[in-house]
Every structure is written in C-alpha cells, then in structure tokens.
C-alpha cells in the first residue's frame, strides 16, 4: 500500500491528519480504527510528514471548478499530452486501452445497465472527452452526454461447452481493438450472456481518461446506480467538486511555481548520469518506432512465503511493497551486472482531496535510482530502496516533466530513462453484493488491466496480494528480445524470494536464483561440451558471464 492508497483507505474512514510542529497528528471515530489502519499509519509516517510539509511549502490553492469545464476544450495535463504524442507517433493501436470485465452472477436487466452506465458518463467529463488538434497541438473538447451505447452478446443458444471459448474470442477483440481518440467515444462497453443468471460485464477504456485507480470509482459508482434504477431510488452520490478539465488547467498553473521548479531541479540532477539499464537478450537492431507486442507469464507466491516476507517487512519497517522492490531490482542487478540503474513504478498521482472520487488518468510514473553499489546485504539494499522511495515521493512531479528535465525527450521509447518497472496493486476494487436485488458481481481477478498480448515497457511485473498469497505477472516486449531472454525469469525470482526469506541478511551476490531442478540439470544433466542455452546471466557485481552461478 503507497501513501495515496493509504490516504484513500483513511479518508472513508473518516480519518484526517495534520502537523503538530513536526510531529503527526490524526483524528478518527474510534470504531473505524483497525489493526491494518494502524499498522499502515506507522510504516507511512515519514512519508505522510514529508506530505504535509509539501503541502504547507506548495501552499497550493485549492482546485476549482470552472463554469466551463464541461463544454469547452482545453489543454491537456502534461503527462496526458505525452500520452497523446505517443499515440499520434504509433498509429492506431490497443496499447494504451485499459480493459476489466465484471462478473454478474444473478439477474441482469440491460436497459437499467445501460441507464446506469448513462448516469456515469454524465457525472464525469472525462468519459465524454475525445482529442484532435490545433495548430499542431492536441486539445480536449467534452461533448454533450448522451445514452450509453451497450452491446449485447447472447450465447445461451451454444451448447454450455463452447461458450467459454465464444466469450473469450470475443473479449479479446473489444479489449484489442483500438478506440479512435478524435471520433470517440473512448469508452465501450458490452454484456455477454452465458446463461439467465451468468453474465460478463466487459469495460475497455483509453488510458487518456482512465487509469486503475478510476476502475474502482467506476465499479463502485455502477453498482450504486444500477441498485438505485432497481429500485427506483436515488444514487445518492455527493456532487463532483471538480471536473478533469479543472484538474488540467490547476496543473499546468502549479507547474510555474516555485516550490514545483524546485523539484524539479531535484529531478534533473538525480538522473543526471544515469546509466540505461541494458537486459539480457536485447536484439541487436532496436527500431525508432517499436513493436510493443508483448507476453506475460504468471506467477504466484505461496501463502507461507509471502508471510515471511511482510514479517521481514515489519521487521525492517518499511512496507511488503519496498520488500518485493528491492527483491525485483536485486534480480535485475542479477541479470545485468549493473549496480546503477532505474525502476519505474506507478502512483495514483491523486495528493488532492478534490480528485479521489474523479474518473480521469491521474496515474504517474516515477523513476526510482536504484543503488546495488557494494555488494551490500538485502537488508541494507533495503534501506537504500526505502530511503529513495521517500525521496522519489516527496518530491514527486509529472514524469513528463521529468523527462524534459532530463533532456531525454528524443528519446522515441514509451517512458525514456525507464527500461523496468515494479508494481504491487493495492487500489480497493469493490464488489457488488446486493441480496435485495439479486446481483453478486466482482471484477475478474487479472492482475494487469492492459490489452492481452501488449506490452508499454520493455519489461515489467506487476504483484497484488491475494488471499492465497501475492499474485503476479512479467510482461515484455517480445519484439525487443530474443524468444528465449526472460524464460526463466518467473522461476528465478521465486527462488530469490524464498531465499531471500530464509536469510535477508546474505549478500546480493549469493542469493540464490537458481532452483533445486535448475541446479541438478546443470550438474548432472548437462556436460561441458553442451550449449548453455538460453540460461540468463545471474552474475553479481563486476562479473561478465552468461553462465549461471550455483548458489
């Protein structure tokens, strides 16, 4: 859980922080506090000051809505104006919709759907919002609203066995199908029939007003009104104080103050001379325009496992997310040699109160500096990771800006100065579980919300905790790599985690990545006259080799 997720949990339960000097200082209703909250609190102290602070030394307005935020075109926030320019330099193409489908068990009465998806798309303008542009560059404009366009597809006349497989092929169309960002609408939306009471609900968004933490607020909103529709009620949804177009034109203004010039100076000089980060297996002719077709192998962390890792967490105070981090950069400082290098991950980009409950891309990428210099322990590696992550978000800006900042804006890659990234998702994505009405809904439990076969960095992973353990994806971009370059990689990452479990004070280079079956096959199966294969370079510090070390 990062500070926004965290600030989220706190404000529905009626929780407010503030500073007493430079001490923490909270309120809540005594019966909303719970162990976690608690527990939570105490991990994210440092950075819920550094937050305050920020805030106090911003001294930024408060957002405000214009009269016209809802029927006039606007300039784009900045990291949605990078998003667009990406767009416009790839063509049309599914790498940037967000797609979700929800599971509807129960009866399901369209017309109150589509009503209720209408109810939706009226409260938030970034739902209405297509893209063109003038004078060379890209304007927003919000169209009036109107009904909700919901396609239907019934399968109850196949036979029960094949309806699975009808499903999925269509799904993977409506996900990867690509949605035409001056025309619009940038949001479609389908229902699938498998049976009278077995429905799937399918949801595919562009990322230009949408992210993850926007999937729940629509989840949360769509099981509210269609229970309103149902019974003839009233949502009850509080009013919107802002509207993304509000937040966009804010932005662009903050960015001119001083406090924001002056972390973004701290930016320029933290990624000054900092070294690309160069994977294993990288063909060898890297084209201007990449191909970002991707594959994605899952993985998953037993449930012991995983609770040997958030009690290391507890016991170094920091958070399960800095564990599996530094865990995630060890392994690429394995593969690489290198000892200096960078990490992206993913906030909510949401440190205003005004946006929580606004659909709209608020996300933002942060490069974090990864320092394996030394050979030091996991421990220590985890201090570092820590100590850069309170950094990195306490002086967060729009990672377009850091870009600029950097002078990498030639580079043509998706995130210049990032080559991997590391995410845990911990945004709440609620149920619909409504014995009045008949309805038990619940999001598909997939990890990543990209169209299937898709890839935006050259290699990712992406962690959720679950209740069997954490769950997890490694997305790459298979065009970039030879077929064989991440294989293993899942394999090895567990192995460094369970090894990392039974003794987090061992040095980086003697973690073993390495199984027991990998092991045995390379003592006994293979010889010295065999090819090694597509087996990756698990070196450590100052050692150039592609031959795995036996730990």
């Not at 149902?230 to 509000?246: I, N």
Request: one cysteine or more.
């Amino acid at each position: 859980m990062n500070t926004s997720e965290l600030l989220h949990l706190a404000a529905r339960a009626g929780m407010t922080f503030w500073l007493e000097g430079d001490k923490l200082a909270y309120r809540i209703p005594a019966e909303e506090m719970t162990a976690e909250l608690r527990n939570e609190i105490i991990l994210h102290k440092a950075e819920l000051i550094a937050m305050l602070e920020k805030e106090h030394r911003d001294a930024a307005a408060a957002i405000s809505r214009a009269a016209d935020s809802e029927d006039s075109d606007w300039q784009l926030a900045s990291n949605q104006e990078r998003l667009w320019l990406i767009e416009h330099r790839l063509g049309a193409s599914p790498l940037h919709n967000v797609h979700f489908r929800l599971l509807w068990k129960g009866s399901l009465d369209r017309e109150m759907l589509a009503d209720s998806l209408t109810d939706i798309i009226a409260r938030h303008a970034a739902l209405r919002t297509t893209f063109t542009e003038f004078d060379g560059a890209p304007r927003a404009v919000v169209s009036p609203a109107t009904g909700a366009d919901l396609e239907h597809l019934d399968l109850r006349d196949l036979p029960p066995e094949a309806r699975a497989g009808a499903a999925e092929t269509f799904i993977l169309d409506h996900q990867c199908t690509p949605l035409d960002l001056e025309k619009g609408p940038l949001m479609r939306t389908a229902v699938i029939t498998l049976a009278n009471d077995d429905h799937v609900i399918v949801v595919t968004q562009h990322h230009l007003v949408t992210d993850g933490w926007s999937v729940g607020i629509f989840l949360t909103e769509l099981g509210r009104c269609y229970r309103a529709h149902y019974l003839d009620q009233d949502a009850g949804l509080p009013e919107l104080p802002v509207q993304y177009s509000d937040y966009a034109r804010w932005q662009r203004k903050r960015e001119a103050e001083r406090a924001y010039q002056e972390d973004l100076a701290w930016w320029k000089e933290h990624v000054a001379g900092l070294p690309p980060l160069e994977l294993p297996g990288a063909r060898r002719v890297r084209t201007g325009a990449p191909d970002h077709h991707g594959i994605s192998r899952d993985l998953s962390v037993p449930t012991a496992l995983a609770s040997r890792l958030k009690e290391l967490a507890r016991e170094q105070h920091c958070t399960l997310y800095t564990v599996l981090l530094t865990a995630w950069a060890t392994l690429l400082h394995r593969y690489t040699s290198q000892s200096d290098f960078a990490v992206g991950t993913t906030t909510s980009g949401r440190d205003r109160p005004e946006l929580q409950n606004l659909i709209g891309f608020f996300a933002n990428t942060v490069l974090l500096r990864c320092d394996l210099s030394g050979n030091p322990s996991f421990t220590d590696a985890i201090g570092r990771l820590r100590a850069e992550t309170e950094s990195a978000f306490k002086r967060e800006v729009q990672f377009a800006d850091v870009v600029l900042a950097a002078g990498a804006v030639r580079d043509t890659s998706l995130t210049p100065l990032i080559r991997a990234t590391f995410v845990l998702e911990n945004i709440p994505m609620p149920q619909i579980l409504d014995p009045e009405i008949g309805v038990r809904a619940m999001l598909d439990p997939r990890i990543d919300g990209q169209a299937q076969g898709t890839s935006k960095f050259d290699l990712a992973l992406v962690m959720q905790e679950s209740a069997d353990g954490i769950r997890g994806c490694i997305k790459h971009a298979d065009a970039q790599f030879e077929p064989s370059a991440f294989q293993r990689l899942g394999e090895h990452f567990l192995t460094l985690l369970e090894s990392i479990a039974h003794n987090p004070r061992e040095t980086l280079g003697r973690l073993s990545i390495v199984s027991a079956r990998e092991r045995h096959q390379l003592l006994t199966d293979w010889n010295d006259t065999e090819p090694w294969g597509d087996w990756p370079a698990t070196t450590f510090p100052g050692r150039q080799s592609d031959v795995p070390i036996i730990r």
